[in-house]
């Protein structure tokens, strides 16, 4: 049984660590532009913030959250994009309220009655799901400000693979299904074995032994495709049976619309 509090401890390191790599930033580093298409290491961080404000109010206030949603979803195309411009500000600025909105998203996920659920786009969550999933962004978009300064040693020992990959893998897994039906396809009847190799040299494993749609590869490959931080032609993945190769092109472990996923860097050379 994941217990929240190891949860939650997992992603104050996750947070810690992004959080040391863009407070050593000099403020023009803010602008650089990262490999998000039209986002700078401050857009990164104002949708980080975001988003962990619209988990404190799901948690804290689902009516609220409905009601704020209801508001937000007028344009869902362009909503995340629209609340990451709104909330770029200078950096320090920036940093003092991500900071404290992480501490208020703890408080609220920790105040839930144990088995009760939250409003999330387009579902609902425990929170152990709501702060694996705040691990997954966090770690995603880590990664795309990490990339952004590759020459830093800073950033080289961020982009190290951690045993925290392991929440990003499992989510990457639980959303199988709902990546098919994003896109408007039936989810697969037939079940997935996923088998990773992590950080330490073991092996994760995730679905029935005997399913016959497989997928086979690096934990951290696996973690770039549900993420939509690498395309499918750049990693080493081994896909078995039909549905497992489709699902390739469709990986999303992110609630909301399809994202535009990464051109393939081997067509960029």
């Known amino acids: 049984m994941v217990l929240l509090d190891d949860v939650l401890r997992d992603l104050e390191a996750e947070s810690e660590a992004l959080d040391r790599l863009v407070s050593g930033l000099s403020p023009d580093r803010w602008s650089r532009p990262t ?9 990164q961080i104002a949708h980080l913030h975001w988003t962990d404000g619209m988990a404190t109010l799901a948690n804290a206030d689902p009516a609220g959250f409905i009601a704020r949603l209801t508001e937000t979803l007028q344009d869902p195309e362009t909503l995340v994009d629209r609340a990451a411009a709104a909330g770029v500000a200078p950096p320090d600025e920036m940093l003092s309220r991500w900071r404290a909105g992480r501490a208020a998203l703890v408080a609220a996920l920790t105040a839930v009655p144990a088995g009760e659920q939250r409003p999330w786009f387009g579902t609902a969550m425990s929170p152990v799901s709501a702060a694996t999933a705040r691990i997954m962004e966090t770690w995603a978009h880590g990664r795309d400000i990490a990339e952004t300064f590759p020459g830093d040693e800073r950033t080289r020992e961020h982009l190290r693979p951690t045993e925290r990959l392991r929440h990003v893998a499992h989510i990457g897994f639980r959303t199988i299904g709902y990546a098919f039906e994003s896109h408007g396809r ?9 088998e990773l190799d992590a950080p330490d040299g073991s092996v994760w494993t995730f679905g029935p032994g005997h399913a016959p ?3 086979r590869g690096p934990a951290l490959d696996f973690c770039l495709l549900v ?3 690498r395309h499918p032609a750049d990693l080493a993945l081994q896909a078995a049976g039909d549905d497992a190769a ?15 996923g990464r051109e393939p860097r081997a067509a960029a050379r």
């Open 35 to 43: 490999p998000a298409p039209g986002w700078s290491v401050a857009h």
């Open 246 to 260: 489709a699902w390739l092109g469709l990986a999303q472990a992110f609630a909301g619309p399809p994202g535009a």
């Open 213 to 215: 749609n497989r997928v």
């Open 186 to 194: 039936p989810a697969p009847a037939a079940p997935f074995r996923v």
């Open 227 to 229: 993420t939509q931080r």
